[in-house]
């Protein structure tokens, strides 16, 4: 008998961050050598399933980096990271003279220290970059931002099983192979004109794309590997997923600036299984 444990939460705060729908994610995701997530973002599908292995990619850099600098020095850069958690760097002056900072940096290891601080310091955890790949989020007015310590530490150790890779979606799903499982995020298809969020990074995510990504995953369980992918649930998605088996949610969101006013929302998760 197994003894029920709280999710394990990611380190950084992230728009469309899993955590809340683990349970209903690992309900869909069948067993397999290794878990390959071409949109990683926080991380929390890797850091809540059990695979021997993990290809974690994402397209933003930044958040790559990041991930393999933690891997590779654990404790060392953690304590860097904490250097900047103090209260003289809670200011609107420190925020934007360290954002300043960070957009000016070459330094790969740099530039991981700084992008834990503004994700934490940063409004709403937003990670957005303007046209010339300035990181442009404004500086959030928390009381006594959190340090997340223990939640890095928890990443740090579990990225042995992991290889993290700077790539498109494309560049990942063609590194699929037998006993893999796949399990996509992408940037969601946005519930009205109005409402489009789909670049969380420099590039955009456009419906050509989010056809592409449904019709790799088709190919895929064609080939023998499953896929599961979340989005939200529209005419547009429910005609791209018309191959997989479709598991309607409803999902509490914000719907503005104010943290308060939120609602439900549809999501769904498409599961397209390993023929065979």
Same mark, same amino acid.
């Given at each position: 008998?197994?003894?029920? =444990?709280?999710?394990?939460?990611?380190?950084?705060?992230?728009? &469309?961050?899993?955590?809340?729908?683990?349970?209903?994610?690992?309900?869909?995701?069948?067993?397999?050598?290794? #878990?390959? @997530?071409?949109? =990683?973002?926080?991380?929390?599908?890797?850091?809540? %399933?059990?695979?021997?292995?993990?290809?974690?990619?994402?397209?933003?850099?930044?958040?790559?980096? #990041?991930?393999? %600098?933690?891997?590779?020095?654990?404790?060392?850069?953690?304590?860097? +990271?904490?250097?900047? $958690?103090?209260?003289?760097?809670? %200011?609107?002056?420190?925020?934007?003279?360290?954002?300043?900072?960070?957009?000016?940096?070459?330094?790969?290891? *740099?530039?991981?220290?700084?992008?834990?601080?503004?994700?934490? /310091?940063?409004?709403?955890?937003?990670?957005?970059?303007?046209?010339?790949?300035?990181?442009?989020?404004?500086?959030?007015?928390?009381?006594?931002?959190?340090?997340?310590?223990?939640?890095?530490?928890? $990443? /740090?150790?579990?990225? *042995?099983?992991? =290889?993290?890779? /700077?790539? %498109?979606? @494309?560049?990942?799903? *063609?590194?699929?192979?037998? &006993?893999?499982?796949?399990?996509?995020?992408?940037?969601?298809?946005?519930?009205?004109?109005?409402?489009?969020?789909?670049?969380? /990074?420099?590039?955009?995510?456009?419906?050509?794309?989010?056809?592409?990504?449904?019709?790799?995953?088709?190919?895929?369980?064609?080939?023998?590997?499953?896929?599961?992918?979340?989005?939200?649930?529209?005419?547009?998605?429910?005609?791209?997923?018309?191959?997989?088996?479709?598991?309607?949610?409803?999902?509490?969101?914000?719907?503005? +600036?104010? &943290?308060?006013?939120?609602?439900?929302?549809? @999501?769904?998760?498409?599961?397209?299984?390993?023929?065979?």
């Amino acid at each position: 008998m197994t003894t029920a =444990t709280a999710p394990v939460r990611p380190f950084l705060k992230w728009a &469309g961050n899993k955590y809340r729908i683990i349970e209903r994610i690992k309900a869909r995701l069948p067993a397999g050598q290794r #878990l390959v @997530e071409p949109f =990683t973002g926080s991380g929390a599908v890797f850091l809540n %399933t059990d695979y021997p292995r993990y290809l974690l990619a994402d397209s933003n850099k930044d958040l790559i980096d #990041l991930y393999n %600098t933690l891997k590779r020095e654990g404790a060392a850069f953690i304590a860097d +990271c904490r250097k900047l $958690f103090r209260p003289a760097n809670n %200011t609107a002056e420190a925020y934007y003279r360290l954002r300043a900072e960070f957009n000016a940096c070459s330094d790969t290891r *740099r530039r991981a220290v700084l992008f834990v601080y503004l994700n934490r /310091h940063g409004y709403n955890g937003l990670c957005r970059y303007n046209a010339k790949g300035g990181f442009n989020v404004p500086f959030g007015r928390y009381k006594k931002p959190y340090f997340p310590e223990q939640e890095m530490l928890a $990443f /740090h150790h579990k990225a *042995r099983r992991a =290889t993290f890779r /700077h790539a %498109t979606f @494309e560049q990942t799903l *063609r590194q699929i192979r037998s &006993g893999d499982v796949v399990y996509c995020d992408p940037p969601y298809v946005p519930l009205s004109l109005s409402s489009s969020f789909t670049a969380y /990074h420099a590039d955009g995510f456009d419906l050509e794309q989010q056809q592409r990504l449904a019709d790799i995953a088709a190919a895929a369980a064609g080939g023998g590997i499953s896929v599961l992918i979340s989005n939200h649930d529209t005419p547009f998605t429910r005609s791209a997923y018309a191959a997989a088996d479709i598991e309607q949610l409803s999902v509490q969101r914000s719907i503005s +600036c104010h &943290g308060h006013k939120r609602c439900r929302v549809n @999501e769904l998760l498409a599961f397209y299984p390993a023929a065979g």
